[in-house]
């Protein structure tokens, strides 16, 4: 029995329609209560599932959100589960779980409390500097130079204030920080999964595209025919690899790599137990080609890559994170234009609106683009957002 656990802050229609249909066994926490209804669906009560781990410790788990890694760690520690999740979430270890692979990657942990006594002789600058337990760009920051050093420990520390009650510290943890070199390179992430065998299956891919080399945030992913012809070959490989070095067997993840200009991939994070955040990237795929990665996921199944790229189009498929960049506490505005936003796109595919004053981001939009109209994607990527909102004061 393979099982997927629900948790807050959402889950997709589609994701949904999923569990009716297949009736896949489903956790049955309190989050179900708020987000699922009360039939239709497979449910399995906690005791229930702690006794099916114990009579198949390789049973499979698919989480919707990385609100449940505590229950994981907490209810299934006779497993090697929670051993194989903290070694991804605390990217500090994953770091060092690698250091073998990139002897040569400076890292270095700093906590909350220290980072007015951090001396900058000692790090390569540029670096990235950001929660070593995290989620989305949350408290993500680039410092070109040590002048800069001073303003961008103000605004961690802000926007610490802002969003660490949002989240458990499961999911985002700032009270301790990684400080990494500048990797270079395109980035991109890959759902995928290890199967009975530790075989890696890739369901889906999608390429990061920034507004600048300073951007940090999450605004853009686009995925691709081409995307997943110039990578497919050399994501497996590389997932083979990291397979190797932890001992996975049926165990998904959604991670972030960097591609230099000589092909060397280097792993950013890998988050456990999960795709895309939100059930974002799952859907981008089933849009994009056609599939079900849950359904493949559960099933232990793989895509047929070579006949699904013959038919699908050669469109871009792409999800636009509206993350709150207004400069406007989300306090201070009185709405968001979403029609307006529509409008902008020929070919929008899914709005998903989130509540701004609580989650920092005013939703998600899913969308098909002709690769010669890409700059209806651009608008999107270098925008404030100004044009779009209305102010309480206004």
Sequence with gaps: MNLIIIDKPYVSDFLKRTLEDQKYPVLENSAVLELLSPNGYNFYTEEEVISQMQNNPEMMIYTSSENSIGWVIENLGFSSLPGMVNVFKDKVKFRELLSNMYPNLFFKEVSLVDLDLLDLNFIPVPFIIKPSVGFFSLGVFRVAEVESWPTVRQKIKQEIKTVKETYPTEVLDTSKFIIEEIIDGDEYTIDAYFNNDGNPVILGMMKHVFASPED???????????????????????????????????????????????????????????????????????????????????????????????????????????????????????????????????????????????????????????????????????????????????
């Excluded at 959604?254 to 955040?277: A, Q």
């Excluded at 201070?332 to 936003?341: C, G, P, R, T």
């Design 216 to 394: 940090m945030s999450d605004r853009l992913y686009i995925t691709s025919k081409q995307v997943i012809l110039e990578n497919l070959d050399r994501f497996e490989k590389f997932l083979e690899k990291l397979g190797s070095v932890v001992s996975l067997k049926n165990f998904p993840l959604h991670m972030e790599v960097r591609v230099d200009e000589e092909g060397i991939i280097v792993p950013i994070e890998v988050n456990p137990l999960r795709f895309g955040g939100w059930c974002t990237s799952a859907e981008l795929t089933h849009y994009a080609y056609g599939i079900n990665p849950y359904t493949m996921l559960m099933q232990d199944q793989a895509p047929d890559w070579q006949a699904i790229l013959t038919s699908c189009p050669e469109d871009i498929f792409s999800i636009t994170i509206l993350n709150n960049n207004t400069g406007y506490d989300a306090s201070e505005i009185k709405s968001f234009d979403y029609d307006k936003l529509l409008k902008q796109y020929e070919k929008p595919l899914e709005l998903r609106k989130v509540d701004a004053n609580k989650f920092h981001l005013f939703g998600f939009l899913y969308a098909q683009t002709r690769p010669e109209n890409f700059v209806e994607l651009e608008r999107l990527l270098h925008s404030d957002l100004h044009s779009f909102i209305q102010l309480v004061e206004e």
